[in-house]
């Protein structure tokens, strides 16, 4: 059982940069391939990105590939989301999500979830 809580999230100019934080209960993190996910005003939850267990594994979606960076530091049972050049398009809740095998790319693939972070940039 893994319980996820997202932290980083705010208001941002376009261009800007965030970080975004996801800290893990449990001692089975390192594990669990981790991912994020956002869900924009009227819109369907999307992918991201994801990192495999070890953290040697990323894949991007083309939106954010070049800007946005997932790390991970299985000692402090923490992912972490890079976001540099934001753009308006990226407002939207970002969620981090567990699963046991890497390479989900859809959201019902993943067993644990966080509860969201919101973050906006302004244009």
């Known amino acids: 059982q893994v319980q996820l809580v997202e932290s980083g999230g705010g208001l941002v100019q376009a261009g800007g940069s965030l970080r975004l934080s996801c800290a893990a209960s449990?001692?089975?993190?390192?594990?669990?391939?981790m991912a994020w996910f956002r869900q924009a005003p009227g819109k369907e939850r999307e992918f991201v990105t994801t990192?495999?267990?070890?953290?040697?594994?990323?894949y991007y979606a083309e939106s954010v590939k070049g800007r946005f960076t997932i790390s991970r530091d299985n000692a402090k049972n923490t992912v972490y989301l890079q976001m540099n050049s934001l753009k308006p398009e990226d407002t939207a809740v970002y969620y981090c999500a567990g699963h046991r095998f890497y390479g989900g790319l859809r959201e019902s693939e993943y067993a644990y979830w966080g509860q969201g972070t919101q973050v906006t940039v302004s244009s």
């Open positions: 449990g001692r089975t993190f390192s594990s669990y391939a």
């Open positions: 990192i495999s267990s070890s953290g040697g594994m990323t």
